[in-house]
């Protein structure tokens, strides 16, 4: 296992459309985190799971976006009708579940860079 | 509302210095405090944490110092090296019903002079 993978890395859309963002956690991992980033800003909390349930959405995470990770292992962030504002990196995250040795420590992916024209 | 906030929000050291990051917080919930380090295209990367019931870890050239009565914490690296040049993050961990939420400061762009 070679960390957390992100895909794609880098997307590019026209405003309105849609786009779909993919992570792979950490195998061993049971929490899975969204984040995003602008620039020039440290990452903010948007979505988290717990296995497959998500247990808690920022109120940055606005109607247009969802979030599904459907068999507790890779997961999924989809923006409907993309607007500019929504561009910046998407940042997932992995860590082991509460009580478990290394809990407190979140590992990064090189995030997903979304530019929306 | 920033709970964590961060300064310098750039840094520019000769090879050697010492760099120092300081962050404040707000929150007394947070119950760690982690830094990461982030080199550009990568996602950010844990570079050493603490727990508010000690007031300096030290990993290496890395030390972080906490005051917890004044709710601020500073991350120190010493000897610095090029290869330190990067952004740096503080941030804080809190319980968020059933969830640990992390909270990132602003960022400090650490550039280390040969």
């Known amino acids: 296992d070679t960390g957390v993978s992100q895909d794609p890395r880098h997307k590019i859309t026209k405003r309105g459309q849609n786009v779909t963002f993919r992570c792979d956690p950490i195998s061993e991992h049971n929490r899975l985190y969204w984040y995003r980033q602008t620039l020039g800003q440290g990452p903010e909390f948007l979505t988290y799971?717990?296995?497959?349930?998500?247990?808690?959405k920022s109120r940055l995470l606005s109607d247009r976006f969802s979030a599904e990770r459907p068999k507790g292992s890779f997961s999924t962030l989809e923006i409907q009708r993309t607007e500019q504002g929504d561009s910046a990196m998407y940042l997932c995250?992995?860590?082991?579940?509460?009580?478990?040795?290394?809990?407190?420590?979140?590992?990064f992916g090189a995030g997903s860079r979304l530019t929306v024209l | 509302q920033q709970q964590v906030k961060q300064s310098p929000q750039s840094l520019i050291v000769q090879k050697g210095g010492i760099s120092i990051i300081n962050c404040a917080y707000e929150n007394t919930a947070f119950d760690y405090f982690p830094w990461y380090q982030q080199f550009p295209g990568k996602g950010p990367a844990l570079l050493i944490a603490?727990?508010?019931?000690?007031s300096e870890k030290k990993e290496g050239r890395f030390t972080i110092s906490f005051n917890k009565s004044a709710k601020q914490f500073s991350l120190h690296i010493m000897d610095s090296q090029p290869g330190d040049s990067a952004t740096y993050f503080c941030a804080a961990l809190r319980p968020s019903g059933s969830a640990r939420q992390l909270t990132f400061g602003s960022g400090t762009q650490l550039t280390v002079l040969p």
């Open positions: 799971f717990q296995n497959e349930a998500q247990l808690e």
């Open positions: 603490i727990r508010p019931d000690v």
């Open positions: 995250a992995s860590s082991l579940a509460p009580g478990q040795h290394g809990a407190n420590v979140l590992t």
